[in-house]
């Protein structure tokens, strides 16, 4: 009686090597699945981001020219807002909470324009690619959107 007690509670601790390549089976199946919908939304999760960001810089060079009577010029750039120019008096900054002006999500600066193509001014990133046009991660975000 004792041998086949033994060998009962030695079958029960571990696994069989089936069940493992099941369980691995089914974990690969649905990392194939779900894997590549995880990475589209983080590619739209960044665009959604530097929208964002852009919003806020956006708001601060409005509050600039509510200060000084003027937007930034191109030569100050979006660092005017943080950093008093020389031209700007009236200047009451900084103008963005967190200390300095942030770079896009991919790592790139923020490009600005004023007088814009599109506007009093223009704020945008080229994406992921870091080249004009382009689609999803790779399209242009900006404040004229």
Aim: proline share 8%; hydrophobic share 40%.
């Amino acid at each position: 009686m004792m041998p086949v007690r033994h060998a009962s509670r030695r079958r029960a601790l571990g696994f069989t090597l089936v069940e493992l390549l099941v369980v691995l089976a089914i974990l690969g199946l649905l990392a194939g699945l779900v894997g590549p919908r995880v990475l589209s939304q983080l590619g739209g999760a960044k665009s959604k981001t530097a929208a964002v960001q852009i919003k806020d810089l956006e708001q601060a060079v409005e509050l600039f020219k509510l200060d000084v009577g003027r937007f930034p010029t191109p030569a100050e750039g979006l660092e005017s807002l943080v950093t008093r120019p020389a031209s700007a008096p009236g200047w009451n900054g900084p103008y963005l909470k967190k200390g300095g002006v942030p770079r896009d999500p991919w790592g790139n600066a923020y490009a600005y324009e004023a007088p814009g193509k599109r506007g009093d001014v223009d704020i945008y990133t080229y994406g992921a690619d870091n080249a004009p046009g382009g689609e999803g991660e790779n399209a242009d975000v900006g404040n004229w959107q």
